[in-house]
Structures are given as structure tokens and as C-alpha cells.
């Protein structure tokens, strides 16, 4: 047999060997050849440093690699690969951060959760990293403001020990203390002299708020036989002022002696002849004088 045929039967099978032990940990690492990703690209105005091939991040979980980085009009866009599993809704957030000091940048994504999912057909807009001049500006603001309050806080320190360390304040301060404490003392002197007295004014208070109870429910009593008595001369006035309607409405329809004398016209008749006979005898009179004569029927 050949001996070389042998060496490269052996290496064949050396080499399918590892193939196969390869294939069989990326299988077991869950590991995939070809992983089912899409592509956005996100505007910047600035990148902070980002290369390409830099990971992915969605919510710190890598979930893509960068595949492109360009320059163009002023702006960075950046092309990523991003696996389906993540889907990028309007409110999403996506800038370039650094996870490990080693790591280098990534690009982070913030997938957001309000609807409707966003356009990814179209550049997203990406924030502006916070690089290292960002970050000590920020802590010079917060030094300077730190630097401020401390001294205000000494500021206050030294008025308190000026106004503790002055001798007339602290005499002040002192007789203050002890007039409250004789106050004190002088008022649980006095409420054990007049304990009993209080005790008294307590009872008598009481035994009067039982009185006024009973006077108000002598008064209630009175009161709801007053206000039946009210309502007696209402019923009766009631009774009256329907009576006088009844009235006036038998006159307006003519019955009755005042009803028919007010509504017949011949009484109106009548009485207006009269008043004329009587008013042509006393022209008679005074021009004739007595001497006439007066027939009545």
C-alpha cells in the first residue's frame, strides 16, 4: 500500500473530523451560519470614534454588527445589520456608547414600545454620543455647583457661630430658657391649686348643656303645637279666600241681587231717566219757581 495514499486518507479524515466537531459546538452554542438580520442606517452628526464591525446593542444585548460607515454632506451614516428578533417602534433611541473601557464603541439601540413600529426603510435619526469633553463638562458644572453650596454652607456655619459665640445672645438665650421654665412651672402650679375648681366648672358645664337639651325639647314641643295652630288659621283663611272667589264668580255670572243689579243694563237705564227727570224739575224750579205742577204718576 501507499504510504502517502495513507497520509492523505488520514488528513481527510482529520480535517472532516474537525469539521464535524466544529459544526457540532456552534450547533450546541446555538450558533447560526447564516442569522436572519435586517439593515437600517442611522444619520449622525457625529460618531464619537465608531468603526465598523462594532456590535450592536439593544438594550445592552448584542443583536448586530455595524457593516458600513460613510461621510456625506456633513453628516455619518451608519449601516447596520440588526437581527429580526428586534423591532424598532416610534419612540426609539439610538446613539453610540462605549460598554467596557476595552470594548470600544457600539452602536446602542433603544427599541421603544409605542406605536406604530418605526420606518426603516427611511435613515433614522441618531443622538449625538456623550464623548469624554461632554462628560467633564458635566462634571466641572457639578464641581462648581458642589464648589457653590459648600460655601454657602461655610457662609452659614460662621453667621451661626458669630450669633451662638456672642455673650449677650448667649445671656439672651439663657434668660429666654429659664422664663419659659418658670412659666412652666408657675402654670402646673396653678392648674394643681385650681384642679378642683376646674373639676366644678367642668360638672356645672355639663348640668347646664342637659338643661338646655331639655328647655330645647319643651321648645320643640311648644313649637310643633304653635306651628299646628298655624296651620288651622291657613286651612281657615284657605276656606275664606275660596268662598269670596265663589262669590265674586256667582256676581260676575249674574246671580244674585248684587250679581243681577250689576249686570242688567236696564237698572243702568232706569237710573240715568231718573237722574234726567230730576235734573229738568229743578231747572223748572229755579226758573218758574214752586208754582208748578207735580205729577208723579
Known sequence: MDPRKNEIRVGIAVIVSIVFLVAGIMWGKGYSLRSSRYHIEVVFNNVGGLERGANVLANGVVKG????????????????????????????HITVESPTVMAGKALSLTPG??????????????EAPVGMGEAVAIFQNVGSDLQTTLRDLDTLLVNLNHVAGDT???????????????????????????????????????????????????????MGGTM????????????????????L?????????????????????????????????????RTKGMRQKIVLF
Do not use: C
Open 65 to 92: 454588527k455595524v457593516i458600513g460607515i460613510r461621510l456625506a454632506e456633513g453628516k455619518v451614516f451608519v449601516d447596520a445589520a440588526v437581527d429580526k428578533s428586534v423591532t424598532l417602534y416610534s419612540d426609539y
Open 113 to 126: 414600545s409605542k406605536l406604530p413600529p418605526a420606518d426603516i426603510t427611511a435613515p433614522l435619526v441618531g
Open 168 to 222: 449677650s445672645t448667649r445671656g439672651n438665650l439663657t434668660s429666654l430658657i429659664a422664663n419659659a421654665s418658670d412659666v412652666a412651672k408657675t402654670t402646673d402650679s396653678w392648674m394643681n391649686e385650681n384642679r378642683e375648681r376646674l373639676t366644678n366648672s367642668v360638672v356645672q358645664l355639663e348640668s347646664t348643656m342637659v338643661i338646655a337639651k331639655k328647655l330645647a325639647q319643651t321648645m320643640e314641643s311648644h
Open 228 to 247: 299646628t295652630s298655624i296651620d288651622t288659621v291657613a286651612a281657615k283663611m284657605t276656606d275664606l279666600a275660596i268662598s269670596a272667589r265663589t262669590t
Open 249 to 285: 264668580e256667582r256676581i260676575n255670572q249674574g246671580q244674585g241681587s248684587i250679581g243681577k243689579a250689576l249686570n242688567d243694563s236696564s237698572l243702568y237705564v232706569r237710573l240715568n231717566h231718573a237722574i234726567a227727570e230730576v235734573d229738568s224739575l229743578a231747572v223748572s224750579i
